[in-house]
């Protein structure tokens, strides 16, 4: 519990006093290592006999924006470097643990403003691509008897992605501490390599999975 607990760091003399809490300082140090990073690894760049670190830089990008145009076509390519960008600091918030930090994560409040910019982007992405009257119109479709129910969309939606990041890595951490306690040896260090690494990741490929789904859903 006492590492599920999101303290606050700092307060900035504000308006009486905004509490920073630790998830957010998590973040600006995310934040700033991945500028940091793409600082170095941008610099240099050639467009003949590139060296290795270029291509396999380009490799990824490349992989990610083919996966995120499969999924979303045409009208949904504007919306690639969000999605790219929410899945490296997923990524990096549920491997940042092996660090020592706390995951930002592991914070509902972070989850949800996640969950919250994503629902953000899909409705716009369906006003932007049908107009404000179709867009109101589509929730009356198929039949107008279901309009309550494509509105509760727009909340259940958010929720959903909330609750499903936020309880996954919970669920990992929860596991891997048992096992910690119960055989504190050598034991859980393969169990840390699933919950610690490989969870982490599938849980923000799964995130920005749903997140791409229902643009497409919206600008189709």
Known sequence: MEELNCDTVFTIPLFGGIPVAESTVVTWIIMAGLVLLSIL???????ENPGKVQLLLESFIGWLSDFFEDILGEHGKRYIPYLI??????GVANLIGLLGFKSPTKDLNVTAALAIMSIILIE???IRQKGPKKWVKSFAEPMPLLAPINVLEIFIRPLSLCMRLFGNVLGAFVVMELIKLIVPVFVPVPFSFYFDIFDGLIQAYVFVFLTSLF???AVE
Do not use: C, F, Q
């Open 85 to 90: 960008t929410v899945a490296l600091y997923i």
């Open 41 to 47: 690894l941008v610099r240099n760049l050639k467009v």
């Open 215 to 217: 643009v497409k859903e």
């Open 124 to 126: 716009y992405a369906g």
